[in-house]
């Protein structure tokens, strides 16, 4: 930086975390300086226009969706909202059928005409019950049974985490619920939009304020001597900021592939398309279906995951949690520094629970 900067609060990331936080602290007349490496605002969930002029999500595919009516209405200042609900198929037994797993899907894999109260009792006879229910395994097989798991869960698991299902905590497998009715949408969530003009117009409309100073391209580590603030926020991954102490916190990374295909208006029926066994990658995405753009051709990114590369997840299981809580530890005897967010916090947090967690940080450190 040219300057050595002077401010309040410094905060290191411009994604759902340091943008939140650095409102709610410019708004309460703090000066802010948020910093970011990267050559965009937005962190994970970023948009642009690809050069054909679709918008599309670089970092994959971001659906907003809560139950709390308060977060949705702090986002409701920097943006509108398109009604949105996901639907996925996954490619199972040569069939694109439903998931989570309901209904449709039980009767189209196994031909059947079960009504939800049949749907119900075949999952009760073929479910693997487990007590207690420890792992993402547990979870999946005392819901569903060992069929189904093989069919939806574990191929796919194992390419998303590089683990067995059996090793990562029970709150992974959880997020897909299992119905024995039709509703075939991804989540059940009261309020499920996407911002009508995109996030990176949130975000930009989130960062516009008079006190809040935003420099890109710029890393905590490389140009902290540079900037003298009172307080730091910070929303990188926790080990990093200890200089891997106690050793690497493991985040999973992704490989985006993204294509545009040029005449062709529409790739697939639904917005995402889950691939749990044949293929190397997770799941293809067509960005059109969430945004509801026009446009003669489409624009799709198939998901590779990977060790190496961006942190995108944290590795929810026993072991990790521990090493996480040493550092953890660490950090609160940080008196001067605020961590907040999926990679600082190490949970797998959702954009609207990230908000949640960086409005009450932000309380806490104004002491409201
Ligand atoms: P991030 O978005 O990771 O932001 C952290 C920022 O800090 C980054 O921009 C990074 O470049 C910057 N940074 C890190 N270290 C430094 C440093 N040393 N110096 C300067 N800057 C630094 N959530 C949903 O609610 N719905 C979805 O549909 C959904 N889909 C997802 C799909 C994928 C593929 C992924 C990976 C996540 C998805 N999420 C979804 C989760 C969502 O992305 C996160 O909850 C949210 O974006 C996390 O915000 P954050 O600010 O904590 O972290
Ligand atoms: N999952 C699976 N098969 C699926 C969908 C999900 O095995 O078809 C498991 C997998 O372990 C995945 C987890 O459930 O990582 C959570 O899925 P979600 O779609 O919430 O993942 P995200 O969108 O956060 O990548």
């Given at each position: 930086m040219e300057h050595p900067m002077k401010t309040d609060y410094l905060v290191v990331g411009a994604g759902f975390a340091g943008a939140v936080c650095a409102r709610t602290l410019a708004e309460a007349g703090r000066r802010v300086l948020v910093i970011e490496r990267r050559s965009h605002v937005g962190g994970n969930a970023f948009d642009r226009h690809d050069g054909q002029g679709v918008l599309i999500h670089p970092y994959g595919p971001h659906i907003f969706h809560t139950n709390a009516k308060r977060i949705l209405e702090w986002l409701s200042r920097f943006t509108d909202w398109r009604f949105y609900e996901h639907r996925v198929l996954a490619s199972v037994d040569g069939q694109l059928v439903p998931?989570?797993?309901?209904?449709?899907?039980?009767?189209?894999?196994?031909?059947?005409?079960?009504?939800?109260?049949?749907?119900?009792?075949?999952?009760?006879?073929?479910?693997?019950?487990?007590?207690p229910v420890r792992t993402s395994e547990?979870?999946?097989?005392?819901?569903?049974?060992h069929d189904l798991c093989e069919k939806f869960f574990r191929g796919y698991t194992r390419k998303q985490w590089g683990v067995d299902l059996s090793e990562l905590s029970a709150g992974v497998a959880a997020r897909i619920p299992t119905r024995t009715d039709d509703d075939d949408r991804y989540f059940t969530d009261t309020y499920q939009f996407?911002?009508?003009?995109?996030?990176?117009a949130m975000f930009e409309r989130m960062l516009d304020h008079p006190n809040i100073t935003v420099r890109l391209h710029t890393d905590?580590?490389?140009?902290?001597?540079?900037?003298?603030?009172?307080?730091?926020?910070?929303?990188?991954p926790i080990d990093a900021f200890f200089d891997y102490r106690f050793g690497r916190l493991p985040y999973r990374s992704l490989r985006f592939e993204h294509k545009h295909l040029p005449a062709l208006s529409q790739f697939q029926a639904v917005g995402t398309v889950n691939y749990p066994n044949e293929q190397a990658y997770t799941r293809i995405t067509e960005f059109k279906h969430?945004?509801?753009?026009?446009?003669?051709?489409?624009?799709?990114?198939?998901?590779?995951?990977?060790?190496?590369?961006?942190?995108?997840?944290?590795?929810?299981r026993p072991e990790n949690e521990r090493l996480y809580a040493r550092y953890r530890e660490l950090a609160e005897n940080c008196s001067d520094t605020t961590f907040v967010g999926r990679l600082a916090q190490y949970r797998y947090y959702n954009m609207d629970q990230v908000v949640a967690a960086s409005l009450a940080a932000c309380k806490s450190i104004l002491g409201s």
């Open positions: 998931i989570p797993i309901n209904r449709t899907t039980l009767n189209r894999l196994y031909a059947k005409d079960l009504d939800e109260a049949g749907a119900k009792a075949w999952l009760q006879r073929v479910r693997a019950p487990r007590d547990d979870v999946v097989l005392d819901s569903v049974g996407m911002p009508s003009h995109g996030y990176g905590y580590f490389s140009d902290r001597q540079d900037i003298d603030a009172s307080h730091t926020i910070y929303t990188g969430l945004t509801g753009q026009e446009h003669e051709g489409t624009s799709i990114v198939f998901e590779y995951p990977q060790a190496d590369g961006d942190p995108f997840y944290p590795i929810p």
